[in-house]
């Protein structure tokens, strides 16, 4: 029998937020957004720093789904999410991007089955 596919995405943000003057006003819009985007689309949610930083932040989101076009649509979703988020939220986008891959792109490991 055939194992099934597994689909994965990944999307990394940097982010700018101007209005922040203390690191206490950074982590309230970066946890904001980390929980708004985790319930809205069931994906994995953190924050990869920078450390220190009270106007900067690079955020990373992962999902799983079962097919292409499930994990395309979800990250596309999420996409226009940050979209809207930036025109009327506290936040700029400096940098974006995002990759859907198929576990058919890893090469066989040492893992057992």
Known sequence: MARPRCWMGLCRVDLLIPGASSLKDRRSVVRSLLEQCRRRFNLSAAEL??????????????????CSSEAQGRMAALESFLLRGEEVGPFEILHREQEVWCD?????????S
């Open 49 to 66: 720093g920078p450390d220190g930083s009270h106007q900067e932040a690079s955020l990373a989101f992962s999902l799983v789904a079962s």
């Open 104 to 112: 058919d792109d890893f090469s066989p490991g040492t893992a057992e």
